[in-house]
């Protein structure tokens, strides 16, 4: 078995979302095509950024920078060329870690390479998670397009990794200054959803919680006003957080207060119900939760 290296370097992984659903809509031919284009974009700009593409696999790219920062600028980049081009809406979803790993016959190992590939499968389609090992190291001294993302539970690792999220263009507009200071609520490490009578348990080793029309969520949910993939509950900053990526929003409602979010966030806290789409009116689609440890209450979006 020939000798690995040691390397200390920055790993990337930009990985193709829904994948199978590409190849369930357009058929066989057609979704390899546009996979296969996409793939070779996304290591073009990669190598145009000072990176090394290790290989490209199936839906991913694997990669590693010397330099950070390239990395980060590399991520905006596919996002911008891939994502936003397809008329098919393809997009990626990519992880950054930095640390050391092992180098062997043009691949790369090692923990460093896996947390990268969890980051990967945690992101949602368009966005980009960083590891505080690559913030730490960036050559850089003023980044406006990175913000914290929180510490999220990954599979494998016995504690939270502290995460950043990557800004598109998109988002940097809609960054404002912080609005009035929420109430503090002490934070939870479990949470008890109700649906139609099932009793769901999550805790603080929780990844992502999908709920849609889909089959691979968590929760299925069949209404029209329910898109495939409308809201995911996942664990950051130890506390438990409804992330909307729909079309038509998610309403949170805690203590007679009601809040709409549209591809944005908020902290659950105590107890409280949460309706996908313009389900409000249908108590048959209300999702009750409590988050033990904390009163009522919730964040405003961000």
Request: hydrophobic content about 40%; glycine content about 6%; proline content about 4%.
């Amino acid at each position: 078995m020939p000798e690995a290296a040691a390397v200390t370097t920055t790993v990337m992984i930009a990985d193709i979302c829904d994948s199978t659903l590409l190849f369930s809509q357009l058929g066989d031919e057609k979704a390899f095509a546009l996979i296969k284009e996409a793939l070779k974009e996304a290591a073009r700009l990669v190598q145009r950024h000072d990176g090394l593409v290790l290989r490209t696999k199936g839906d991913d790219v694997l990669c590693m920078f010397s330099d950070a920062f390239n990395a980060l600028q590399a991520s905006m980049a596919i996002h911008e060329a891939v994502d936003s081009r397809h008329a098919h809406k393809l997009a990626m979803s990519i992880g950054i870690n930095s640390g050391p790993a092992l180098l062997s016959e043009g691949d790369i190992l090692g923990d460093t390479v896996n947390i990268a590939a969890r980051l990967s499968a945690f992101a949602k389609a368009g966005q980009t998670l960083v590891s505080s090992s690559t913030i730490d190291i960036l050559s850089q001294p003023s980044i406006s397009f990175i913000r914290p993302f929180g510490e999220i539970s990954l599979k494998g690792k016995s504690t939270p990794v502290s995460t950043f999220e990557v800004l598109s263009e998109s988002d940097k507009d809609e960054i404002t200054q912080a609005g009035p200071t929420p109430l503090v609520f002490p934070r939870s490490s479990q949470i008890s959803l109700r649906f139609q009578g099932r009793e769901i348990q999550l805790d603080y080793l929780l990844t992502r919680f999908r709920m849609g029309r889909s089959p691979d969520c968590e929760l299925v949910m069949e209404h029209p006003l329910i898109t495939r993939h409308h809201a995911e509950i996942s664990y950051q900053d130890n506390e438990f957080v409804l992330h909307d990526f729909s079309t038509n929003g998610t309403e949170l409602i805690v203590s007679g207060r009601s809040i709409n979010l549209h591809h944005k966030q908020a902290a659950l806290r105590g107890s409280g119900s949460i309706f996908l789409g313009r389900t409000t009116y249908n108590r048959k689609f209300e999702i009750a939760f409590h988050a033990s440890g904390g009163t009522r209450g919730f964040y405003p979006p961000v």
